[in-house]
């Protein structure tokens, strides 16, 4: 099995491979058992806010079972969701993780959002569906960063909610500055490459 804190702790950590066949063998003990509590939460609020807002000109029982439908999926896939992001965190190689967590799953999950709400009849919610995956690609990353970092872990590796909370705003503020400092090395080390190349 996939052993979060020891991989934390800066024992030999698993390859994206190894841990998706942990996943995959014992499903109940990786999804069930470590389903991710935090990582639910945070989801029905942000999810829960967007659709609130994109839909509070249609009548209030369509509001409401588009909210009903959203919290719902929310609640089961996020949380299962946060158990998959954190089994992933501490594999290498790190983009191959980060990219299964961040793009490729969004996007599967976004499909069957859409199913669940087309399901249900709720089938003019483009934008509405647009817009949440965007944002599941952003708290995709988010919290494969935070969980990185240690943040919003459940189980054995996990910390109290209060104590990740009191750690978000420091966080939140490396995240922001993450992504434009990544391209810039980028930036910067294509130019010093060319550089050499041309000197030489």
Not at 49 to 57: P, Y
Not at 131 to 140: A, D, E, F, Y
Not at 170 to 178: D, N, Q, W
Request: hydrophobic share 55%; glycine share 8%.
């Amino acid at each position: 099995m996939v052993f979060i804190g020891d991989s934390a702790n800066g024992s030999s950590q698993p390859t994206v491979g190894s841990a998706l066949i942990q996943l995959a063998l014992h499903p109940i003990h990786s999804f069930l058992g470590n389903w991710n509590w935090k990582a639910a939460l945070f989801s029905v609020l942000n999810r829960g806010t967007i659709f609130l807002i994109l839909m509070v000109k249609r009548g209030t029982v369509e509001i409401s079972v588009a909210l009903i439908v959203e919290a719902t999926f929310s609640v089961a896939a996020s949380g299962v969701y946060g158990a998959f992001t954190q089994a992933m965190c501490f594999t290498r190689p790190r983009w191959l993780a980060r990219f299964i967590v961040g793009f490729f799953l969004p996007a599967v999950m976004l499909g069957l959002d859409y199913l669940a709400h087309y399901y249900t009849g709720m089938q003019h919610m483009r934008l509405s569906l647009v817009l949440t995956g965007l944002l599941s690609v952003l708290s995709s990353l988010f919290s494969f960063y935070v969980m990185e970092h240690g943040a919003l872990l459940v189980g054995s590796a996990g910390a109290p909610l209060v104590r990740d909370l009191k750690r978000m705003p420091v966080l939140i503020a490396k995240f922001v500055v993450a992504g434009p400092r990544c391209m810039w090395n980028y930036v910067a080390g294509s130019a010093r490459r060319k550089g050499l190349e041309i000197a030489a």
